[in-house]
């Protein structure tokens, strides 16, 4: 394959996997209503078509005029929408779909492609716009995929868990990294054994181009890290890596080498009668999930992909925070609320 489509590719994931593909000699175009900045309206390799993706006849304007080998629909959010886009690119080598970790129904662990079952999903709920829904829309999507497949269109599906990285608009790990980076005291909760499958936004992104290279049509591949850490191991990989990036900056000032700090960070944890004294939840933070939700990547591997080191992954995203206006402080508790649980747990 040498030519792609990708549907949205401004923002976090679709940024990524345009960058992937032109490292892998593609040529690119986007599809996007333009409302957003373009990170790649300099850059001579990639074209750009204007339009709305739930807007059919825009749609089949972009295929008739880029003809793509490979299309990435990284911004389907409706069943109707994944329809439409397996019917218009029903003669190309591959259609990808971004799905979701959230397609899957069932708690187990870890959730398999083709084992766990899938959210249903009403008329109702396919139309729907609020969050309560999007697992079910994305199982929908899934299920159109595995449809079209059945009438030989090559279509495939890629489900990552919750996604971190450089250019993260959600800020959920930005919550994170900008607490850590505030202050030497940090507000666990529960005890930080809980386990929420994350993935390093690159690796979405090589799974994309891996799974329309040699993906089986029909199928749906989990990505996420390979390696998983709980909750209070992020939080420790976090300040690791601010550490690392701190020393880095130094030394490229100095030219000296530094040792690094260690024991700058303590992790409190509180559970929820603690955390009653501030008012929070256990489910008000980030990344925070009750019970485990794990996706197996075996699948995937198979077919040749891996997943970034994690140190790195965070070295890198740890970075691209600091260069960044991102605080996460929408997405999570306010720092005075803690303030409150920490001073009752001091008196414990």
């Known amino acids: 394959m040498d030519s792609a489509l990708v549907i949205g590719g401004t923002r976090f994931i679709g940024r990524?996997?345009?960058?992937?593909?032109?490292?892998?000699?593609?040529?690119?175009?986007?599809?996007?209503?333009?409302?957003?900045?373009?990170p790649f309206a300099e850059d001579e390799r990639v074209d750009h078509v204007e339009g709305d993706r739930t807007n059919d006849t825009a749609l089949e304007a972009a295929a008739t005029t880029v003809d793509p080998d490979a299309v990435f629909d990284c911004v389907a959010y409706h069943p109707k929408d994944v329809r439409a886009a397996t019917r218009i690119f029903a003669d190309c080598e591959a259609y990808v779909y971004v799905s979701s970790?959230?397609?899957?129904?069932?708690?187990?662990i870890p959730k398999r492609e083709g084992e766990t079952a899938l959210e249903t999903c009403t008329a109702e709920q396919a139309t729907d716009d609020s969050?309560?829904?999007?697992?079910?829309?994305?199982?929908?999507?899934?299920?159109?995929?595995?449809?079209?497949?059945?009438?030989?269109?090559?279509a495939m599906a890629v489900r990552p868990p919750i996604v971190y990285g450089p250019h993260d608009h959600t800020e959920r790990l930005d919550w994170w990294i900008d607490r850590v980076n505030r202050f030497d005291r940090v507000v666990v909760p529960g005890d930080g054994t809980n386990l929420r499958h994350r993935v390093y936004v690159e690796d979405v992104a090589s799974a994309l181009r891996i799974v329309a290279e040699r993906g089986a049509p029909g199928e749906a591949y989990n990505v996420g890290d390979r390696r998983l850490v709980t909750l209070a191991e992020m939080i420790e990989l976090v300040a690791d890596s601010l550490d690392r990036v701190a020393r880095s900056a130094t030394e490229k000032v100095s030219g000296k080498r530094s040792e690094p700090r260690m024991g700058d960070v303590e992790l409190v944890r509180a559970g929820p009668r603690e955390l009653a004294a501030g008012d929070i939840e256990l489910d008000d933070y980030p990344l925070y999930r009750t019970y485990p939700h794990v996706l197996s990547t075996a699948k995937l591997a198979a077919l040749g992909w891996e997943s970034t080191p994690l140190e790195a992954a965070m070295d890198r995203s740890v970075a691209d925070h600091l260069e960044s206006d991102r605080d996460g402080s929408d997405h999570g508790p306010d720092r005075d609320a803690e303030e409150r649980v920490l001073g009752i747990l001091d008196t414990f």
């Open 16 to 38: 990524h996997l345009v960058d992937d593909l032109l490292e892998h000699d593609y040529s690119v175009t986007l599809f996007t209503r333009g409302n957003s900045g373009n």
């Open 101 to 108: 970790g959230a397609a899957y129904g069932r708690e187990e």
């Open 131 to 154: 969050f309560e829904t999007y697992g079910n829309r994305k199982a929908e999507g899934d299920r159109t995929v595995f449809a079209a497949a059945e009438n030989g269109v090559r």
